[in-house]
């Protein structure tokens, strides 16, 4: 008989379809980590890792579709990202994400109501301009620029006479060096609305995401200082347009990525700033993803308090932003569009049943296996259970020291382990994304290779304990180092390869390595994905899943399992 554990809508069963538990579960999420061509542009296939080899050989294994309507997003063209992937990995079921609910607010014409009409409103009667600040591409990872493209749209049939665009330039989700194609359609947008007469619609400001305004978990508040003296105060180097800025930032620096071009402002011809942003106007940050919006949302709306650098003047400015982007902090305020409301997670089940916890990652993505694990939810479920361990990381491009902070990582997992407290244990390595996102491929590979060796040491941690390895990747981004053809053709710029710096729509490993003599194969669905993990973790435990979740990828011993082809191993 089941027997109930927690209470009220928490409530989990311990299962006997599967003996019961022996060591800690053990979750290594491999971000940017999954399964390519194998071929002379697969980072995941040219490093030596002995240790994914190892699991993918000896243990359970299989693959995980971490992209497009898998993880909510609105089409199975959409690449996975880190913050979708981690969400639905802790649900356990899949949410509709960021990119859609504002397709369908901006559908339905819901996005037009709430504070969109209370900022118009203002706006109009007190003459201020309106400024758009956020990431200019097509990538729907933070955002989208047909979002931008209604918001502009919206704002002149609002009769809006000001607008200022300030772009912040991707190369990251999309191919780089591509920024020049979208800014050459809103500036086409813009200038249409301008030649009715009557408007000035402009780009303002801008620079590469990467170095301006685009922060994350604090890492470098530098970065915010940049953009909010850009964007707010004009203070740049300046030109005549964004194009402009693009032109000399390239010439001065052949091959230079956009996602690294420095600050620009645009000036008019008398040699003053297009737009500073003055008492009574407004912003609207229209990233739709809250971990690159938060610090900058915190330097418009924090009071006299506020100690992260120097604002210098701070206008009175009403600031929204496309979502709300921390709902335990409130942080905006005021936002366009409400997020998909995400409970129930794994983490709050566990905590409820009583279950120890420890999370653990560079400061990268430390609020992947925190806030975003959680449902978006800061903090703990509960303190007496949980234990979560941040590890800064270095603040140098990541190519020149591509190891990362996988050693230390790997420390703090093994400290967790051999603590004995920790029943579910959960780490992020940050090597596979943030070092494939630079497009160096040599660099990527040692990335993977420091990340090996760091697995090797804590499954020989996890064997002493008795437990059970599980290593998964929250999408795919280390494996596909080119951008390819339609029929998949490594893709070549005057005879050199045009290195990929975006995230991929490959599948992603999912292995399992146990050592406490429990007995089961894997029988996944023909189409399992991430948010199939949450119950399998569960079932690891020895509880059985919530109805709720999506099936669990373990079967009783006896039935035949579903290994990967040798030649699609991780390894």
Known sequence: MEDAVGAGALTLRRHTRLPAPGGPVVLLILDGVGIGARDEFDAVALARTPNLDLLGGTGLATSLRAHGTAVGLPSDADIGNSEVGHNIMGAGRVFDQGAKCVDRAIATGTLWDGYWKTLVRRLASGGGALHFLGLLSDGNVHSHEDHLHALVRRADHEGLRRVYVHPLLDGRDVPDRTATVYLERLEALLGSIRDKGGRDYRVASGGGRMVVTMDRYEADWSIVARGWSAHVHGEAPGFPSAAAALEHFRAREPGISDQVLPAFTVRRPDGAPVATMEDGDGAIFFNFRGDRAIEITRAFTAGAGFDRFDRG?????????????????????????????????????????????????????????????????????????????????????????????????????????????????????????????????????????????AIGRILAEVEAAGGCLVVTADHGNSEEMVERSKSGAPLYENGNPVFRTAHSVNPVPFLIREFSGRRYSLAPPPDAGLANLAATLLELLGYAPPAEFAPSLLQASGASAHPLDPGSSPG
């Open 313 to 453: 003047r701070v206008p009175d400015v009403s600031f929204a932003g496309m979502m709300l982007y921390d709902g335990d902090l409130g942080i905006p305020e005021h936002y366009l569009v409400a997020p998909p409301e995400i409970s129930r997670t794994l983490g709050e089940y566990l905590a409820g049943a009583g279950v120890t916890q420890f999370a653990c990652a560079e400061t990268q993505k430390y609020g992947h296996v925190t806030y975003f694990w959680n449902g978006n939810r800061s903090g703990k479920f509960d303190d007496t259970l949980e234990e979560y361990v941040e590890i800064a990381s270095d603040r140098v491009p990541f190519d020149q020291r591509p190891w990362m902070r996988s050693a230390e990582t790997a420390e703090a997992v093994s400290r967790a382990i051999g603590d004995g407290r920790y029943r579910f244990i959960r780490a992020n390595f940050a090597g596979g994304d943030m070092v494939g996102h630079t497009g160096n491929l040599e660099a990527t590979v040692t990335a993977l290779e420091a990340i090996d060796a």
